[in-house]
């Protein structure tokens, strides 16, 4: 059974910092890995959609890996901002593109 | 675009009433699915629909639950009877068969007291 980790739970920086929040998976066999931001009380915003024979793709300030093999995903964000403060949950969808496995997600905080 | 539409955003019941919770996907998207997000167990898959047709309902958990989509744009999931444990957020999402990348709607935020 597909399980999905996200660590840290939580991470507070400054205003500024280069940060990476990290994503593991147990089984290797997936279709793709989309990475959402969720803010207090929302839904989820789709942030990074990496197709399993991808290695990386970038939108502005974030960047996302995906190394298959290792089953690990990273999210990196350059030079962080207090609007970035958000619940980032990283999921991996199976083979099939049936299904949609989350992590319990990293809280971000970023003090100005 | 509107995106997914939920409704309502917001719905308080007693328990052992009925409640129907409603989403109208992305124009063009051919899958949809039902998520539940509650602090303990985070966001799980309660349903999945392709072309209108129930694919995958493993994650429903009871029989009080269930999930219809009689159209392309529209598709409801029902409780009944609602019980406490059944607070939570409700999500709904569509995608493209093609691409499977998701698109949430805001959620329904359902309190059963």
């Known amino acids: 059974k597909q399980e999905v980790t996200q660590i840290p739970a939580a991470l507070s920086v400054p205003e500024g910092e280069n940060l990476v929040l990290n994503c593991s998976f147990t089984d290797s066999a997936i279709y793709n890995l989309q990475w959402f931001r969720q803010d207090p009380g929302k839904g989820l915003t789709s942030l990074l959609l990496?197709?399993?024979?991808?290695r990386e793709q970038t939108s502005g300030r974030l960047n996302a890996s995906l190394d298959k093999s290792s089953g690990r995903s990273t999210l990196y964000i350059a030079a962080s901002q207090p609007g970035d403060s958000a619940t980032y949950l990283c999921a991996v969808i199976n083979q099939a593109g049936t299904a949609l496995i989350f992590g319990k997600g990293t809280t971000l905080s970023v003090s100005s | 675009d509107a995106g997914v539409i939920q409704s309502p955003r917001h719905e308080v019941t007693e328990m052992g009433q009925e409640v129907t919770l409603r989403c109208k996907p992305i124009s063009g998207h051919n899958s949809l699915f039902w998520y539940r997000q509650t602090m303990m167990r985070g966001l799980e898959l309660l349903i999945y629909?392709?072309?209108?047709?129930?694919?995958?309902d493993s994650g429903m958990p009871e029989d009080r639950f269930s999930a219809k989509m009689p159209n392309a744009s529209f598709s409801t999931l029902k409780i009944q009877p609602s019980e406490p444990r059944d607070s939570a957020v409700y999500f709904c999402?569509?995608?493209?068969?093609?691409?499977?990348?998701?698109?949430f709607g805001p959620g329904t935020r359902l309190t059963v007291t």
């Open positions: 990496i197709q399993s024979s991808q």
């Open positions: 999402a569509s995608s493209l068969v093609a691409t499977h990348e998701q698109y």
């Open positions: 629909f392709n072309n209108n047709v129930p694919i995958d």
